[in-house]
C-alpha cells in the first residue's frame, strides 16, 4: 500500500534570488546550503507531511487515587457542632458513559507534496509558466530584505492565477526573517504590511519564513497542505481530473501520478 492518501502538486514562484530553492530544500532535506545555483526552469522534490486531524488518543481513565473518598481521616472531628452524626461527603462524580463505542478511531491522513521550484528570472518565464497547471497549491516567495521582491509579487499572482485553477490555495511566503534580527535589521518590509496585502488580495495566509534557521518553513508549507486536505474533504476536486492537481492513491500509477504540465525535464531532486 502506498504510504500517502493523496498527492497535490504545489509550485514555489516569486523573483530571482528571494530562496524558493532554499526553502524546498530545507523542506525535503532538513539543510541550507549558503550557495545555491541559479534554478534553470524547474526543480522538483517532494516530502510527505500529515493532514486532517491526529489519531485518537483516548483520555486517562479516572484511578481509585484520583476519586475523592468518602471516609474521613482517622484523627478528624466526626461530630458534628449540634452532636449529630455528620452527612458522609458525596462520592467523586461518576465516569461519563461511553458513547459511540463501536465507532473507529480517527486515521491519521498523509500527503505527498510535489513540488516544483520554478525559476525567477524573467528570461525563464515562458517556461516556469506552464508548471503553473495543474497546480492545487502555490508558495508565493519574496525577500523581506529587498522591496522590489514584494512589488512584484502582485504580478506574480496574476500570472498564476491566469494559468492556474481558479481554486488553486496560495500562501505568501516572506522568506529570509533572519535577516531582521539583530542589530543589523534588514527589514524592507513590514509583517503588518504583507499581512494587509494578503488579505486583499484572496491570499489564504502569509508567513514568514528562514531556509536559513527553518523557522516558518514547515508551517508554510503546511498551510498549503491543510487546506487543499479541507478542500478535498468539501469534496471541491475532481481527483480523476488531472487539472485539479489533487490525486488519490487509485487515481493513477501509485508513487508515480502525473500531473498535467509535467512532461518538461525537471531535475528530479524528491527526498522522499
Known sequence: MSSW???????????????????????????????????IGVE???????VGPPNYIAPPKPTLSSQPSSNPPADADT??????????EPPGLPTPPVTNAKSKPVVQKHMKLSLWDTAGQETYKSVTRSYFRGASGALLVFDISRRPTFAHVQD????????????IVVVLVGNKSDLAAGE???????VAEAEEWAAKNGVLEYVETSAK??????????????????????????LYDRRSGVKGPGTGQQGRVKFGGESGKAAAGGCC
Open 79 to 88: 461530630d458534628a457542632p449540634d452532636g449529630t452524626e455528620p452527612s458522609p
Open 5 to 39: 492518501d493523496y498527492i497535490a502538486k504545489l509550485v514555489c514562484i516569486g523573483d530571482s534570488g528571494t530562496g524558493k530553492s532554499s526553502l524546498v530544500i530545507r523542506l525535503c532535506e532538513g539543510r541550507f546550503s549558503p550557495h545555491h545555483d541559479v534554478t
Open 184 to 190: 543589523e535589521n534588514k527589514r524592507e518590509v513590514t
Open 44 to 50: 522538483f522534490g517532494s516530502r510527505i507531511v500529515p
Open 213 to 238: 534557521s527553518g523557522e516558518g518553513v514547515e508551517r508554510a508549507f503546511a498551510r498549503v497542505a491543510e487546506r487543499i486536505y479541507e478542500n478535498i474533504e468539501a469534496g471541491k476536486y475532481d
Open 156 to 167: 506574480w499572482l496574476a500570472d498564476l492565477r491566469a494559468i492556474a485553477e481558479t481554486d
